[in-house]
């Protein structure tokens, strides 16, 4: 049996193309979960400066249905 080293370990998993396409998909989910996260612990803040800069956009101060 062929003794693995750190180096080759990496090279086989480097290589091996196999899990690339759902590796992909995890880093993705886990990227989009991050933002959703962030976004959602500043909707307020967000808000707030969504509102502004519209309203400010189209000439009235408040649009907001809420």
Do not use: P, Y
Not at 12 to 23: I, P, Q, S, T, V
Not at 24 to 39: E, H, P, R, W
């Amino acid at each position: 049996m062929e003794k693995l080293t750190l180096k080759s370990a990496v090279s086989k998993f480097h290589n091996d193309e196999a899990g690339l396409e759902a590796l992909q998909v995890v880093m993705i989910l886990a990227v989009a979960a991050v933002a959703l996260i962030v976004v959602k612990g500043q909707w307020d803040t967000i808000r707030d400066w969504f509102t502004k800069v519209m309203g400010e956009g189209v000439g009235e101060g408040n649009w907001s249905t809420t």
